[in-house]
């Protein structure tokens, strides 16, 4: 007896699927923000939402993370910028705030596990919040504090905010926001960790789907 074959269309559908689970961010390990590719000065944005930095540096990686419009980026005056910093952990590039108390990161579908970081504070100390709402909102799920770091680790070869910390916190739940504060220009941030994205509903959609043909080509076999 011979068994029917499986439409193109439904091939097609099944290929559609297949590579929007390959394209899901949370299919890879943790992803980490550099900062890299944007300029000196330049609001990050969303640039981390496959979209563009305030001057136009861009499109980035399509994490679904986006920054508030005071998170600027600096880049070391060894490499071409006007940044006062050295021994940066992956160079040339930091994020800080140049005015207010801090800046929210947001993770649209969220983030589980554990955030990480470096930050450098010369002269005044900082801290980190994690939330599980969006822009600073909902239940608090961590939060570190930021002591001075000093400015006596040397330079590369120069830079007044020279010595880095690395510091992390595992929570449980889904978080969607970060708020980094501190005193404005005091402080700096590099090597942002987000330990697992939580899929899009988009993905989810298509993984149902695709099991759902599957085994409705199992059962026509």
Known sequence: M??????????????????????????????????????????????YDGGLGGFGSGPGPDYNVQFGAQSLVSIDA????????????????????AQGPGVIMNVLPGFTTALSLYYAAANVGGSVTVWSGLDGTGIQLAALNLPVTGT????????????WAHVAVNFSGIARSVNFSGSADQIAFDDISLE?????PGTF?????????????RRRS
């Not at 499986?6 to 550099?34: E, K, R």
């Not at 680790?153 to 905010?161: E, K, R, S, T, V």
């Not at 959609?205 to 080509?217: E, R």
Request: glycine share 14%; with cysteine.
């Open 205 to 217: 959609a298509l993984l149902g789907g695709g099991l759902a043909a599957l085994l409705w080509l």
């Open 78 to 97: 060894d490499a071409g910028g006007a940044g006062n910093f050295a021994n940066e952990p992956s160079p040339s590039s930091v994020a800080f705030f």
């Open 196 to 200: 697992k994205l939580v899929p899009e």
């Open 2 to 47: 011979s068994e029917r074959k499986p439409s193109l269309s439904l091939l097609a559908f099944l290929s559609v699927a297949a590579l929007g689970l390959l394209a899901a961010p949370a299919a890879a390990g943790p992803i980490v923000l550099d900062f890299e590719g944007l300029l000196s000065g330049e609001p990050i944005l969303d640039f």
């Open 152 to 163: 006596t680790c040397g330079g590369d070869p120069a830079g007044l905010f020279n010595c």
